[in-house]
């Protein structure tokens, strides 16, 4: 069946430096890639989407990356802060599918050291 | 303000006593849907709503009921609950659907069933 696969499952990186986060996707028909960010004992929230009709979506530190050839996509963060600290999930999902499901990715746990 | 609610937040219960988690949301959504979340293995979808008395199976629907008699409410009943089934657990809604627009989850209900 049609999975998202996330890696790595724990990132550690210095405070300052920056942490990339990759998803590969298996439904060539995926076309709206989302990333919610869970924070310690949070709800998640979204932070940034990209649709497939185009290849990169920036705000501020934050930045997607779309390779639709290889299936794949990643969350950029840069300038690394301790409030990055986080469980950040990818998704992705067809608008071409009746019931608009997401499949999720199984999260990577960022640790900013200080 | 825009929101998801879910009651009660946190719960014990015991093996087989009937429990009922709310959830109810203030945007008009058409979609919403119930996770839950377990170390290790992210978010997964219990059941899911298009619409009012439309619901569907998720990944993980064993053990569980729900119902949408109403727009703004999607109840989840765990008629006998058991051990496995303790775990925190998200309500989340969305316009469309979650393909198409943003997910706003609750604050989330941590269960515990001894």
């Known amino acids: 069946g049609e999975n998202v696969e996330q890696h790595p499952s724990t990132l550690s990186v210095q405070e300052g430096d920056s942490a990339v986060i990759k998803c590969t996707y298996s439904?060539?028909?995926?076309?709206?890639f989302p990333w919610y960010k869970q924070e310690l004992g949070k709800r998640p929230q979204l932070i940034i989407d990209?649709?497939?009709n185009v290849g990169e979506k920036k705000d501020q530190r934050i930045a997607v990356t779309l390779n639709k050839t290889a299936k794949h996509f990643s969350l950029h963060i840069t300038e690394t802060q301790p409030e990055d600290s986080a469980v950040y999930f990818c998704?992705?999902?067809?608008?071409?599918?009746?019931?608009?499901?997401?499949?999720w990715g199984a999260g990577t746990k960022l640790i900013i050291k200080p | 303000e825009a929101q998801v609610t879910q009651n009660p937040r946190y719960l014990i219960t015991v093996t087989g006593k009937k429990l009922t988690v709310t959830c109810s949301q203030n945007?008009?959504?058409?979609?919403m849907s119930w996770y839950r979340q377990d170390p290790g293995l992210g978010l997964r979808q219990i059941y899911y709503?298009?619409?009012?008395?439309?619901?569907d199976k998720g990944d993980v629907p064993e053990g569980y009921k729900v119902s949408r008699k109403e727009k703004r409410n999607f109840p989840l009943i765990l008629e006998s609950p058991s051990p496995n089934q303790t775990s925190l657990y998200f309500c989340?809604?969305?316009?469309?659907?979650?393909?198409?627009?943003?997910?706003?989850f609750g604050a989330g209900s941590r269960l515990t069933v001894l």
């Open positions: 989340a809604s969305s316009s469309v659907g979650p393909g198409a627009n943003v997910l706003t």
């Open positions: 945007m008009n959504h058409e979609y």
């Open positions: 709503s298009m619409n009012v008395e439309v619901t």
């Open positions: 439904d060539s028909a995926s076309n709206y």
């Open positions: 990209i649709r497939s």
């Open positions: 998704a992705a999902s067809s608008t071409l599918r009746s019931n608009y499901q997401l499949i």
